[in-house]
Every structure is written in C-alpha cells, then in structure tokens.
C-alpha cells in the first residue's frame, strides 16, 4: 500500500507540475470564451482591499481586459476596516 500511494503522490504532483507549466506559456489568459465580448461603454467598478499584494493584481490585470474587452474597469481601494 505504500507504494501505491507514493505512485498516486507522484502522479498528481506530475500533474500539477504539467498544468501549471501549460497554464503559464497560455497566452490565452480569457478561457473559455471570457472577455471576447465587446463591452465598449461598460464601467465595471471593482471594491477591494488597500495594499499592494490585493489590490496590485487587479489594478495590473484591469489593463488588459480593458484592452481586450473595450470595457473599463474603475478599481476602488479600502482599508480592511471598512470593508467590513
């Protein structure tokens, strides 16, 4: 049985290793269809918390849907203190 489950161990980690090495040459960042819609005059306004590790990825990745969409995106930033 131990070496079963070290077989399963390594088979899910090779697994996951494959997916995230194809997920990160992906230049399709949009899957499944998400954001080939033209939203040209849609305001999307996002609410998240202040700071670089939360709030930078969406204000990094607002850019590019705003190019590939044609929407905008407003990013709002609060302490988490008033978020809730």
């Known amino acids: 049985m131990d070496k079963r489950f070290r077989l399963v161990v390594a088979l899910v980690s090779l697994g996951l290793i494959l997916s995230a090495t194809a997920f990160a040459q992906s230049e399709n960042l949009f899957p499944n269809g998400i954001g080939q819609g033209s939203y040209k005059g849609v305001k ?4 998240t918390q202040t700071g670089p590790q939360i709030a930078g990825p969406m204000q ?3 850019e590019l849907w705003e190019k590939k969409t044609g929407g905008s995106v407003e990013v709002q930033t609060f302490p988490f203190g008033d978020l809730f």
């Open 44 to 47: 999307l306004v996002a609410v």
């Open 60 to 62: 990094e990745y607002k």
